[in-house]
């Protein structure tokens, strides 16, 4: 358990669905991140969120929308996506204090698009 | 952030200690070194950081050479279930973004 829980743990979708992933920390902490991880390759930075606003953006396919309510939640909406943006995907969250900014992570959300 | 390089995999033997090097050649003096662990189909999990001091907890030893150009983390004792991807990351506590790259798998062998 580390504090951070992401819903669903597994979703299927079709091209034309429209979908959302949650994601919910626990730590008190006031940035929050996506990351996407496909086969094989190295995890991907997708966004983050400091203070509830967006302050990183890493060039992601509109498709993918990002949403920070409040500092505790984030949201992935998911739409019209294509067969590679299967993947599992990771939300983090962290607290910059002095001597550190470590980021801890969620078990993800395998996505599986059809 | 600077640039990490690890090897792309290691074995080590059950009850014996892992090794896992890591090169930070450009390191800046207010980066940290950070590492992380993902087990497969698992998020990554933190395991120890440091500036330029050796570090332990109850995971690992992380020792950082003097130039801080490199640095080692240490399983003292493996287990099977330390069999993951092990992640070097270099970057400031102010910053952002944690960018990771392809890790060294460690395989502990019974």
């Known amino acids: 358990e580390t504090g951070v829980t992401q819903t669903p743990r597994h979703l299927v979708m079709g091209m034309t669905n429209k979908k959302s992933l949650k994601c919910e920390q626990h730590?008190?902490?006031?940035?929050m991140y996506w990351y996407k991880q496909s086969a094989k390759k190295p995890l991907e930075l997708m966004f983050v969120?400091?203070?509830?606003?967006?302050?990183e953006n890493n060039s992601v396919p509109s498709r993918f929308s990002p949403e920070c309510p409040n500092s505790s939640h984030l949201f992935l909406h998911l739409h019209t996506l294509q067969p590679e943006d299967s993947a599992l995907y990771l939300c983090?969250?962290?607290?910059?204090?002095?001597?550190?900014?470590?980021?801890?992570f969620g078990e993800g959300s395998w996505l599986t698009v059809v | 952030d600077a640039k990490t390089t690890q090897p792309t995999s290691m074995d080590c033997a059950e009850g014996r200690a892992a090794n896992l090097p890591c090169n930070h050649s450009?390191?800046?003096?207010?980066?940290?070194v950070y590492w992380y662990r993902q087990i497969h189909s698992q998020g990554p999990q933190y395991i120890i950081h440091?500036?330029?001091n050796n570090e332990t907890n109850e995971m690992a030893s992380l020792i950082i050479t003097e130039d801080r150009k490199s640095s080692t983390l240490i399983l003292p004792h493996a287990t099977l279930r330390d069999t993951a991807v092990y992640y070097c990351?270099?970057?400031?506590?102010?910053?952002?973004?944690?960018?990771f790259g392809t890790g060294t798998s460690l395989t502990v062998i019974p």
């Open positions: 983090a969250s962290s607290q910059v204090v002095l001597g550190g900014n470590t980021i801890y």
């Open positions: 730590l008190g902490h006031n940035a």
């Open positions: 969120y400091s203070l509830e606003e967006r302050v």
């Open positions: 450009t390191i800046s003096g207010n980066e940290y």
């Open positions: 440091g500036l330029k």
């Open positions: 990351i270099v970057r400031t506590h102010t910053g952002n973004q944690f960018y």
